[in-house]
């Protein structure tokens, strides 16, 4: 999407806010940190945050707004969350309901946002340093999988750990590794390389989330923990109610990435 | 104190449990993290939580326990957070009431303890890099100072940043800092050099918690965030109840201080 890379997040935020930009957000608004987004009743706040300090790979986090406020002041002040994600799922006990582009009509005085860091953050990085990101050069979302380890639950929420994969060229995976090791706040270094089987993903041609991507000859797949683990979560554990951004449809901030290099959680 | 520098975690938090050791933890058990110890009712654990994830620097989570469970499963299996420290401090409605050192008569199944990172880890970094650590060379605690700094607040909870400090010689200013920028969940870099009163602190004589130690000529004032931000935080904000360790006495965990460079918060 080369019309929005060179937006900054104020114009961006404008553009998804007004209709006029619908799609995933990968590529806009380069050097910029976008975020995951999760949305929950103040109930549930407490233990979905307590979820974060235990399982802070995949859930790394970046603002959390106060009850009722949709303006994440630290990381996007103006910004609004109702309104300026492109598109957002909502998940009533455990089930995807449904996929929105506005969230005025269901918000709630007692609903509490999370904004949690992203890879996108590291593919530039990655592509950067040489290390090819197949789902970019392909203009795909990433590819992303339910793993069979559990995250570490906290009160009433427990659910699997979910995955992004790059497939890396055997020489380049130390530099992959090194490289998003920078990013903490961004799920930091890989969780696991090569043989999917071994966390429980039978078929890499079948993502749960995402699109597939080619693998070429050689080349290993290589796991991150992903920002789409909640969504599990709340297929999991069956709240009464989650709100997150749909996969790839994130919320962009107003933090350069170089801060989530440098800023210390 | 050398007769404990070299015992296992266990083996002190054992000391400690059947009143064989009632001092200062400074020195004891080298090479494993000492962290510092908040405990509140599970009504203000999340203000709390919140509070330490706006304000990592004071308040870097090693973990969370469940309510009413005083184990730290994590960080120290086996050990009881309300017997294995020596000194603790109970505050109620923001004033120190009393110290114990036993909190079995006052524990409550709504209680939540919070250990924090704490500047022991990266004091023995300081040293072998060749920075001096003046309270350790004086055997005495570290200064802390209650700054004009406000932290970003929490829900119920705000009051002042509290820093500790190390006077250190110029040319070993930037290695100070390198050395501890590597400890992000021991404080990490520190947040002012040199100028007190920029930060508040009119007297460096008259540290607000700990000892006071010599600044020899020439030396800058270098300040670090503070794991005792918490008690300042209760004093200013006065929640209910507040149970912490008492300052310089803290919960030794099972984990190697090499672990906060490394695990990812």
Redesign the interface.
Known sequence: MPQASGLHPKEMREKIRTGKWQGPTAGCCGGYVQANLVVLPKAL??DF??FC??N??PC??LE?T?PGDPEPRTTAPGADLRTDLPRYRVYKGGKLERELTDLREIWRDDLVGFLLGCSFTFDVALQRAGVPVRHLEEGKNVSMYITNRPCRPA?ALSGPLVVSMRPIPPPLISRAVEVTAQF?LAH??PVHVGEPEAIGIADLSRPHFGDRVSIHAGEVPVFWACGVTPQAVAMHARPELMITHAPGHMFITDLPDEELAHR??
Chains 1, 2 share one sequence.
């Open positions: 706040a407490y945050l307590l300090q235990r802070p790979r790394p986090v959390v106060d009160g903490p930091g270094a210390l959680l």
